[in-house]
């Protein structure tokens, strides 16, 4: 079992700067891909950015590319999200997931609001 849980969200202006925190606990926080999803109000949740076990291989969504950067820090189990040039549709409930390997997305957290006005 894997606890993760989100912290950094906010109220920010847009063209500003967050961010997110995803701590987690459990088993070995190493072995597990990391990502980060978001779900706007009516939307479906969308995927925005993944990182592998290492850090070494990342991927964004490309509504977020060149905007977002995800990491991770194998030491403090944590994995981050930095936000800039934020925008008002960036505004979303911002959740981290955890997988091994290639499986399906099985531990979420519970979620940070981000509210990016115009």
């Known amino acids: 079992q894997v606890q993760l849980v989100e912290s950094g969200g906010g109220l920010v202006q847009a063209g500003g700067s967050l961010r997110l925190s995803c701590a987690a606990s459990?088993?070995?926080?190493?072995?597990?891909?990391m990502a980060w999803f978001r779900r706007a109000p009516g939307k479906e949740r969308e995927f925005v950015a993944h990182?592998?076990?290492?850090?070494?291989?990342?991927y964004y969504a490309d509504s977020v590319k060149d905007r977002f950067t995800i990491s991770r820090d194998n030491a403090k189990n944590t994995v981050y999200l930095q936000m800039n040039s934020l925008k008002p549709e960036d505004t979303a409930v911002y959740y981290c997931?955890?997988?091994?390997?290639?499986?399906?997305?099985?531990?979420w957290g519970q979620g940070t609001q981000v509210t990016v006005s115009s």
């Open positions: 997931a955890a997988r091994m390997g290639s499986s399906a997305y099985r531990y």
């Open positions: 459990g088993r070995t926080f190493s072995n597990y891909v």
């Open positions: 990182i592998s076990w290492s850090g070494g291989s990342t």
